[in-house]
């Protein structure tokens, strides 16, 4: 805490101090200066800027100026630099929630977009299941394609799916050629979120962050491979819903968002029936989406 003696223009001598984030000019009174009378007291919220000329120290505050002769230019010195350092950490807050704000946006589009993705790829392997309708995977490409095109610039620069020859083998109507590339197009997806990462200590503290994107998408292939698993008769089907829901778990805990698992166990465990199976499928997906909304409301 740095006093000065300082004069305010007719308001005579007094002592000038920069102390609980509040400019202060006083006069101490009495015969041993136990009493002050504040004569200028300036919140530091209302404090615009702060300078110092030779001995000449100002302070603007609500658009109005207030100049203080000051005894020693050094020590008005060293109260302009608190103000002043002070004003710069003001300034970096709303940075850092604006940064976190639109940081927030980006991730949440990321997930929203990866689960896509997740979405239209299984769509094209399980669609390989009997006779193809080739026309009806042209258009999930597609519209893949442009769920890419559409990710904010920060990730979708950096995400390497190349379409190339996913395009090129349902073109030529060659099923097995098409499952192995829409595997890599996930396998392209999944490396790229692993690659992720944040070193601003405030963005790792939002949610959704990275680390939750990583988590919300590896849990949503999980539910989409559980499709596909029934769609074909894996007997590791029961095992792979255990490991979801021990993601859906542990992210609950990570994201301190209530997941209602019984509402995804319910509709998976209604899987199988072939008939409805692309209609349970949507369902499935829904319901799972639906435990994130609010997280994912941006």
Known sequence: MTKVKAKLGNRGSGMLEFVDNTLKFYVERGRFKKQSEIIREIPFVDIEKATVEGKEFSVTWKGVADVFVVEKGESANTICEEINSALSRQAEVPKDEEASNQEGSEIVDLVKGAWDISDSMFDIIMHLQGRVNWSRQETTLKRSKE????????????????????????????????????????????????????????????????????????AYYTLNDIFFGTTVGDKEIEKEKNELWEMLNELSKTIECEIDIKAVKKTTDRLGNEVNMENLVEENRAIFRQQFEDLLIK
């Open 147 to 218: 769920t890419v095109e559409n990710l904010p610039r920060q990730h979708s620069n950096r995400v390497n799916l190349d379409f190339t020859r996913l395009t090129s083998t349902i073109r030529a109507h060659s099923p097995d050629d098409v499952a192995k590339e829409a595997y890599n197009i996930l396998k392209s997806l999944n490396g790229y979120l692993n690659d992720l990462s944040i070193d601003h200590v405030p963005l790792q503290k939002i949610h959704p962050n990275f680390n939750d994107a990583k988590s919300l998408t590896l």
